[in-house]
């Protein structure tokens, strides 16, 4: 709740629209199925078992055709809806434009993108061998900070802030979980490519996919925030994991390298990396899906998929082997019960 506020608070301050006024979003095609609906709608019914839970919308995608869609009142579809930490996907979505355009490499040294008054005086080993790998993976090492605390307040610079913390593990050995490590990753999108984020994806993706409308908060000192503020109407999450399902082709047109979608979908680090489980914690975590792995911004499935993630239930999950995307808005506590329900009711369906 805590993490949900300072950042409620930061993008108050903070939010700068960036929408365009654009045609109305094109949409995916639909081959409703009447049969599949009561599965789905048992999803709304779990998400509920709490009055303060709320699943504000629901699209299920299966060979490329919507199959379900249902939106809550006020959540129509042309409502944008908060990403929460959904937005990192996208963030590593540009860095791949950008390894496609020749830009960057995912073993480049981090510090080699921030000027000396953003850099420690003095570096430690692990500041010099850190890679955007490293940061696309969760395994910076820095010592987690929060948006909101007073170094991060709308007078300081954040990517500076960020390099100044303590490093407390070897960059790539252990999974930490860290927004600004999707900052800095925002940071040097926009220092290579000479756009900030979000404008050089609306090249590079929204216009191409026929995403309209989208806002993304920025820090002070203008960059697209990365590790969260982007802001989507539910089909935009729907189509987003479409063309990750696609491997980066879009009506005929590859936009992105196959190679990079996969790469970015591997399991790169586990999410109990530099501990030492037991055999039977390891049964265990094969099946729990915030232990089966960590991609490029996004988290590895139990049974070949994976999913874009944000708080209080911002999900989309791609399941290739069964041509299957399943895209939820919602504001719920009990994240952990809509994941399973969407696993039990829909993904087991297929």
Not at 10 to 29: D, F, R, T, V, W
């Amino acid at each position: 709740m805590k993490t949900r506020i300072t950042f409620l608070v930061i993008a108050a301050i903070l939010l700068a629209s960036c929408g365009k006024n654009e045609p109305k979003e094109q949409m995916l095609p639909r081959a409703i199925d009447a049969s599949f609906a009561a599965q789905c709608d048992k999803v709304f019914d779990d998400v509920r078992t709490f009055t303060t839970n709320e699943l504000h919308t629901l699209i299920v995608v299966k060979d490329g055709k919507v199959i379900y869609e249902r939106y809550e009142p006020g959540h129509e579809p042309d409502v944008l809806h908060i990403m929460w930490s959904a937005s990192k996907t996208f963030t590593s979505t540009a860095v791949g434009f950008a390894v496609q355009d020749g830009l960057l490499s995912v073993d480049d040294k981090v510090v080699r993108f921030f000027n000396d008054d953003e850099l420690p005086e003095e570096r430690s080993p692990w500041l010099e061998q850190l890679t955007v790998k490293n940061l696309l993976t969760m395994s910076s090492g820095f010592t987690p900070v929060h948006a909101g605390i007073p170094e991060f307040g709308k007078d300081y610079n954040w990517a500076a802030t960020e390099l100044h913390q303590p490093m407390y593990f070897e960059p790539g050995t252990r999974f930490h979980y860290d927004s600004f490590d999707s900052y800095l990753l925002s940071v040097i999108v926009s220092r290579v490519t000479g756009q900030r984020l979000d404008e050089y994806l609306d090249g590079k993706l929204f216009k191409p996919l026929g995403i309209t409308g989208w806002t993304w908060e920025t820090s002070p000192q203008n960059y697209s925030s990365g590790g969260w503020g982007l802001y989507l109407k539910p089909e935009s999450m729907a189509k987003m994991g479409q063309f990750m399902l696609q491997k980066g082709s879009w009506n005929g047109s590859q936009l992105l390298n196959p190679e990079w979608i996969e790469e970015a979908t591997y399991p790169h680090i586990m999410q109990y990396a530099g501990t030492s489980p037991t055999p039977e914690q390891l049964e265990a975590y094969a099946k729990d899906d915030k232990k089966s792995g960590y991609g490029y911004q996004l988290w590895i499935c139990p049974g070949g998929g994976y999913r874009l993630d944000g708080a209080h239930g911002q999900y989309c999950y791609v399941y290739p082997d069964k041509q299957l995307v399943v895209a939820c808005f919602a504001e719920t506590a009990n994240t952990a019960l809509l994941r399973k329900s969407i696993t039990d009711n829909i993904i087991a369906a297929f």
